[in-house]
T-cell receptor, first 115, second 116 residues
């Protein structure tokens, strides 16, 4: 079975440009999470969706960040305009709803560098 | 709000020895779950072990065991017979389940180095 698929794996862009990160969760999973990982802050939860509905976006840094989940098999995280401090690895993870251990299945991450 | 504290930024262990990675948590929830994930240098996050707050027995998965002390709010990971491939970052996390949705909060991690 395919795992969580993220694209692009690496993105280098200039400050001010729009960045769109994409995620395809595991089929049948009801929850989807976007995390950001930096050396300074570790792993931070940005936003998560349950059945395509955003449940908690309190971790989204500011209005430059937005996330959508138009259907059960696709989500995007957009940064507009991007800034150097947004450089990080962005992980998408999915999970079946409660009833199991609640394990998250992570994608391989998208490494973003903003120059 | 939940909080996870990993007090050891880095740990060293000799190959074939056992090592304990510390994790303490803070939550007001009655029901929660505790996880450990491994992140090797390649970057992916790998699930290792899970402990539910109502589980009376410590979870074990192969060489991994979770030393769960609920009253002390600690969930330390024990790796027995360390291998060179165990060198990685290790993250403790707490799962909150509420109203049909779930949220996993991670600690800052511990970097484990296994020496030959």
């Amino acid at each position: 079975d395919a795992g969580v698929i993220q694209s692009p794996r690496h993105e280098v862009t200039e400050m001010g440009q729009e960045v769109t990160l994409r995620c395809k969760p595991i089929s049948g999973h009801n929850s989807l999470f976007w995390y950001r990982q930096t050396m300074m802050r570790g792993l931070e939860l940005l936003i998560y969706f349950n059945n395509n509905v955003p449940i908690d976006d309190s971790g989204m840094p500011e209005d430059r960040f937005s996330a959508k989940m138009p259907n059960a098999s696709f989500s995007t995280l957009k940064i507009q305009p991007s800034e150097p401090r947004d450089s990080a690895v962005y992980f998408c993870a999915s999970s079946p709803l409660t009833g199991n251990t609640g394990e998250l299945f992570f994608g391989e991450g998208s490494r973003l560098t903003v120059l | 709000a939940q909080k996870i504290t990993q007090t050891q930024p880095g740990m060293f262990v000799q190959e074939k020895e056992a090592v304990t990675l510390d994790c303490t948590y803070d939550t007001s929830d009655q029901s929660y779950g505790l996880f450990w994930y491994k992140q090797p240098s390649s970057g992916e996050m790998i699930f290792l072990i899970y402990q539910g707050s109502y589980d009376e027995q410590n979870a074990t998965e192969g060489r991994y065991s979770l030393n769960f002390q609920k009253a002390r709010k600690s969930a330390n990971l024990v790796i027995s017979a360390s291998q060179l491939g165990d060198s990685a970052m290790y993250f403790c996390a707490i799962l909150r389940v509420q109203g049909g949705s779930e949220k996993l909060v991670f600690g800052k991690g511990t970097k484990l180095t296994v020496n030959p």
